[in-house]
């Protein structure tokens, strides 16, 4: 098969390599220009994505273009037109991510509950929303790709610490800055993610559930950084499914939707609380999904677009994923002098299946080594399976002492939570089977 890969700084960069491994052809576009280093040695790479739709066309059924990112949804719309097999997202998916507010309101349509939540155009104006309705709140940016490091979830029921954070950031902003963000009710529960494949017109099943694990530091401290380490499972879904993306069947079969769709929410007492779409594939999510997958990737594509199954070969149990990262993640700045270019190596006796279960991210090779590239530091991601959660995280952690970097971090705890407290709140809540 050929696939033709188009993204921002080549997030499935891992996914290529092992598409590529298997005999498939492969080409990416890499847009931001700092990232075109990553997996440089171990892929083909394009300049020019629409220019490789000729040698796309060329291989009739056989050919795919993945779209990484909910920002090219326009794109994907038409190129499904054109007759191009396309699985990513599209035009709405793009929006139920960015635009947080309308997220809501589509959550809301299917009658779950959702926080009140305030949209503001500038700092000053959310900084007198606060100031006459204090309480706890959480700052969210709008757009696929604003830096996660600016999100923030408020602490003080007197909001004294987002009006700092506000102040700080209208003080700060550069001339001509027009933040968008909203301001979400906190609210106190377990959180959990629900995911699954969609082809079109009907989900890929069994759907997926996900516990992220946002913060930098172990014990929920430190920047909000994306996602640190998650567990995921296959099993136990239902209920969730048929409560939060079963009821989005339509909207997304109206759309063109193809590809990979999940609702992070809070459950707790008084119901299920959506937080926000992810329109794409997640990323390390990806590679802790595929962990759990009894076939390749290639199969799976071919079965949603071609409709000709419903079915997700999936082990049972679970999967744990474990960031790892070098200084300065989770920011950019001064990872030219700090990290990059870094030797990654593995220990003796790490075994093939060992580097089956590392995806690695912003690497390449350079003679014969592989190194650290691209522009934040984010390594990779080691996984693990088990029947239970706890021999899940003891697999992942196992592989993730193999990789060794200079200043190699990753959190300690992934999973404690999900193991101790959240799947028993869970079951208490009648949200798993």
């Not at 093939?352 to 590392?358: E, P, S, V, W």
């Not at 996984?383 to 021999?391: D, E, K, P």
């Not at 300690?412 to 101790?420: H, K, P, Q």
Request: charged share 25%.
């Amino acid at each position: 098969m050929r696939f033709l890969g188009v993204g921002e700084t080549n997030d499935l960069g891992a996914m290529y390599h092992g598409l590529a491994r298997r005999g498939h052809e492969v080409r990416v576009f890499v847009g931001e220009e700092s990232s075109r280093d990553v997996y440089g040695g171990m892929l083909d790479f394009s300049a020019d994505w629409r220019a490789e739709l000729g040698w796309l066309r060329e291989a009739g059924d056989q050919g795919v273009v993945l779209f990484e990112s909910a920002v090219k949804g326009a794109e994907q719309d038409a190129l499904r037109r054109e007759g191009f097999q396309v699985i990513g997202g599209c035009a709405l998916g793009d929006r139920l991510e960015a635009d947080r507010e309308f997220g809501q309101q589509v959550l809301r349509g299917i009658g779950l509950h959702t926080a009140r939540s305030h949209r503001f155009i500038g700092y000053q104006p959310a900084i007198d929303f606060l100031r006459h309705s204090p309480g706890r709140y959480v700052l969210k940016f709008n757009g696929a790709t604003g830096p996660r490091t600016r999100n923030y979830v408020g602490e003080m029921d007197d909001s004294a610490d987002m009006l700092a954070l506000l102040a700080m950031y209208r003080d700060h902003a550069a001339d001509g800055d027009v933040p968008d963000f909203v301001l979400m009710e906190y609210v106190q529960g377990v959180e959990v993610g629900v995911g699954a494949y969609f082809n079109g017109q009907a989900f890929l099943q069994p759907a997926c559930i996900d516990f992220e694990h946002k913060h930098f530091f172990p014990g929920e401290l430190g920047e909000l950084t994306g996602e640190m380490g998650t567990i995921v499972s296959y099993r136990d879904s239902r209920r969730l499914f048929d409560a939060v993306l079963a009821p989005l069947r339509q909207l997304l079969a109206d759309t063109g939707y193809c590809g990979y769709i999940n609702v992070n929410l809070i459950a707790n007492d008084l119901g299920l609380w959506p937080l926000e779409f992810t329109s794409r594939f997640g990323y390390p999510g990806f590679a802790i999904c595929e962990a759990l997958h009894l076939e390749p990737w290639e199969r799976i594509f071919v079965r949603m677009l071609r409709r000709d199954g419903l079915r997700l070969a999936t082990s049972d149990g679970y999967a744990c994923g474990v960031v790892l990262t070098v200084p300065p993640f989770p920011y950019r700045h001064g990872y030219e002098e700090l990290s990059k270019g870094e030797p990654i190596c593995l220990r003796p006796g790490t075994t093939d299946q060992d580097r089956a279960a590392l995806f690695f991210a912003e690497v390449a090779q350079v003679g014969g080594q592989l190194v650290t590239s691209g522009c934040t530091g984010y390594v990779g991601v080691a996984t693990g399976t088990g029947f239970t959660v706890g021999q899940a995280c003891d697999a992942a952690y196992r592989r993730a002492r193999q990789v060794v970097v200079p200043n190699l971090r990753y959190r300690t705890d992934i999973g404690e939570r999900v193991r101790l407290h959240d799947l028993q709140k869970l079951r208490q809540l009648g949200c798993l089977g």
